[in-house]
């Protein structure tokens, strides 16, 4: 599975992105997508899992309320939208694909098998 992240840019606090991740290769749909972020100087941390179908969604606690993820699997394709952005969302974000039957909350990158490049998000404030 191929993976191309896209729809970083800046933003002021308080506005919004959509990130997009397509993928290609592979039955997009049997895997399940998480979105990662790292900021300069700080470890990779898990932002959001979603499961094949689309039925399960995690977040990590800081994001929640503010970030939705989704996917199209007609479009193979994984979304990030993220509402009323603060600085410290400030951070490249890679799309990952895991897979595995059945889904499994997985926040840990060592447990994704594909990455993206990252897209960076830069909130100012």
């Known amino acids: 599975v191929q993976l191309q992240a896209f729809g970083g840019g800046l933003v002021q606090a308080g506005g919004s992105l959509r990130l997009s991740c397509a993928a290609s290769g592979g039955t997009f749909s049997t895997y399940a997508m998480g979105w990662f972020r790292q900021a300069p100087g700080k470890e990779r941390e898990f932002v959001a899992q979603?499961?094949?179908?689309?039925?399960?969604?995690y977040y990590t606690d800081s994001v929640k309320g503010r970030f939705t993820i989704s996917r199209d699997n007609a479009e193979n394709t994984v979304y990030l939208q993220m509402n009323s952005l603060k600085p410290e969302d400030t951070a490249v974000y890679s799309c990952?694909?895991?897979?595995?039957?059945?889904?499994?909350?997985?926040?840990?990158?060592?447990?994704?098998?594909?990455w993206g490049q990252g897209t960076e998000v830069t909130v100012s404030s």
């Open positions: 979603i499961s094949g179908s689309g039925g399960i969604t």
């Open positions: 990952a694909a895991r897979a595995g039957v059945p889904f499994t909350y997985a926040r840990s990158y060592r447990s994704y098998q594909y």
